[in-house]
Each structure stands twice: as C-alpha cells, then as structure tokens.
C-alpha cells in the first residue's frame, strides 16, 4: 500500500486527532509499519571511520544512480553500511553498543557526494539521523542540521556477501605489506585487460603474488601459518586491490574466501569482495632469469639517490631513461638530454673485476622497484644490455624485482 493510501485509511480511524497532529501520527504509524522510519544518535568518530572504508566501494563511473548512494541499513543488533560499484562491494557493521541510541529501525541510501564532508564538517561530537520519509533524512546536532534528498533502497540491488568455512588466514600488516611491494607493476593499459591485475597463487602453504605490465615484474613468496584447503590461482582487479590495501590499518588476521569469480576479504568489521578477472595470468616463471653474469652488492640509498638525481635532467622524457655503467668495479650512472645537459655519477660497489657493461634503463621503474625494499643492502644481478636486471635484498630472498633494459642507439 503506498502512502496516500495508508494515510487514507488511517485518517478514517484517527479523524477525531486535530489536523496535524493525526496528519503526524498516522505518518509515522505508516513508517513503522513499513519498516522505513529510522532514527538513532552514533558517535561522530565511530561513523566517520566506517564511512572513510566504505566509501572506497563508491565509483566514479557509476552506471546504476542508485549505486551512487551508501547503504544505511539500521537494525536493532546495529547498523550496516554498504557501497557498490556492481564489482567491488565494502560493508562495515557499527554493533549496537556503539550508537548512542537506536529509536527505530529502518534502511535509506544517502548520496555519497557529500555524506563524507558533511559528517566530517559537522561541529558536534555526536550526530543524529532521522527519515523524514523513504526519501529524506535530517542529519543535525545541538548546532546545525542538513536535509538531504537521498535515493530509493527499493531500487539497491541484492548483493550477497558469503563467507566459507576454511578461508585462508594472514596478518593484514603482511597482506598490506604483500600489495605494497608489488601492485605498483600492474599494467594501467587495458591492451592486456590481464595485466590490470594483481595475480595471487596459493599451494599448500606458499602464497605467490605477481605484478608485471610487460615492462617490468614484481614477484613476493611468503609462508602461511596453515595451508591452503585447496589450490588458488586469481586476478585481483588493480584498482581493487589498492583500495583494499588503504584499509589495511593494524595486525588484525584478514580472511579470505575465494570463490569462482569473486574473492571476499574479511578483516575486523569490514567485508571486501571483488570481481576476479576472466583468463588465464600467463606464466612468468621463465622470465626470471636464474643465472647472472654480473653481481652487484651495494647500499640501497646510494643507488636510488644516484637514481633519482640522474632523472632529473629526463623529466618529461618518454620513460626517463637514464643510463648505467659497470667497469672496473666501479658504477656510473648518467643521463643526457641535448636541450638541457648531462649529468654523471660514481658509485660505490662490490662486484668482480670482471664486471663490464652499460645498460639504459628506465629510472622511474627503478625507482619504484627499490622503494619497496626494506633493507640497505641489496643486490644488482645482470647477464647483458638486453637481458631483465634483476633487483633483490642481500638477505630476503622473497621479494623479487625485476625491469627489462631500454636499447639506445
């Protein structure tokens, strides 16, 4: 029965009210009744947290208006928030401990374009929200109140967050520390839609996580604490999985379920789940060389400075190729542009004397590759100017980082 009806209906029953005050009364009767009143008090720090995380669920390119929208689904064990982009869905749960005080129940998806300013902005430590009806809501304090159009939960598609029985387990600080030191080699060239994502393998209790556009790989191994029930081998979207990691905040265990086209992250009160990209991740095992001509030993920060310094005279250049040379157990690294000038640098190093080559590389994949390793040492392995160098530290054999060498002629 919609509104006009129920308020007809009512009125005949409740016509002795004066106007308002029965126009009120059967208004809210009908709102209770049909489960869309809501009105309760939270915490501005405890909403302000939840809807930071799910908001990353929120796209841009929203095709479906009412995907533009969060969530707010109040029941009397709490309060569920959601965000949808049909591909990725971020849930938090707010247990009903930690609202203020829960009136009455109800479901309303409010724009997200500026819900997160507002709450943000408001001058309270405590907010309040009521539906006005299916379509409104006031949202104020002690000092101010905004009135916000929102949109209708009847159109919110059904998304089902399942979880498993055996999901796989690990540390967020690792999982975290896992996107970090690879996602950053995730192709952004839809050529290769492939190569867009994040390529997670598990057998028994080796978790591989791979990254590479073509032009350059990052590859990290770690060990869980209980194997997997079975094997896994998915393609993580990208854009997900760094979204993912921005909610990674302390060493609370994350668990995973994988499913055929989806994977589910549960992690404190947060569900993730994302699409799985279609096709096969090719193979990259025979990329990796396994024998090198030449070893490097040298201090990380020397050879990133060294870097970074010789990149500045190729800014703005397709793909700031910078140059090193290897003779003499000695490096140099130098770079030319012809508008502005050259640059060139020594290097401290620890290598054969038989060590002898020059190679061009680009200085903002270097760059990036060393950024993600923890130690000072590292090693420099190269066999020829075509052939991938390979970047690793002196002590962790679990990271790998490898950058295919640029021909100059």
Known sequence: MGYEASIYSYSKSYSHYPHHYYYEYILNKIRKREGCFMKFAIEKSILLENLNNVVRGISTKNVIPVLNGIKFELKSDGLTLMA????????????????????????????????????????SDVINFEMMDSLKIKIYSDFNQY????????????????????????????????????????????LRPILTGLNLKINGD?????ATDSYRLAKKNIRLDNPASSDVNIVIPGKNVIELEHILVDDEDVY??????RVLFQYKNIKFQTNILSGSYPNTSNLIPTEFEIIVQTKKNDFMGAVDRAALLTQGKDKNIIKMKIE?????????????????????????????????????????????????DILILLNNDV?????KSLTDESLIQLILPIKTY
């Open 84 to 123: 949808s982009d049909s591909e990725l869905t971020v849930e938090t749960f707010i247990e009903s401990n930690l609202i203020k005080n829960i009136e009455s129940t109800g479901t309303i998806i409010i724009s997200s374009k500026y819900i997160l300013e507002i709450i943000r902005k408001m001058p």
């Open 147 to 190: 009135n916000l159009n929102c949109l209708d939960p009847s159109e919110y598609p059904s998304i089902k967050l399942l979880t498993q029985k055996d999901p796989i387990v690990m540390k967020a600080s690792i999982l975290k520390e896992l996107i970090n030191q690879t996602s950053f080699a995730i192709s952004t060239q839809e």
């Open 206 to 210: 080796l978790l591989e996580c791979i």
């Open 256 to 261: 995973i379920h994988v499913f055929n086209n």
């Open 328 to 376: 003499n157990r000695e490096m140099i690294i130098h770079s030319f542009a012809s508008e502005i000038g050259k640059t060139e640098e020594k290097i401290m190093i620890d290598t054969s004397e038989s060590a002898n080559i020059d190679i061009s590389f680009s200085s903002k994949y270097m760059l990036e590759a060393l950024k993600t390793i923890k130690d000072e």
């Open 387 to 391: 052939k991938p160098l390979v970047i």
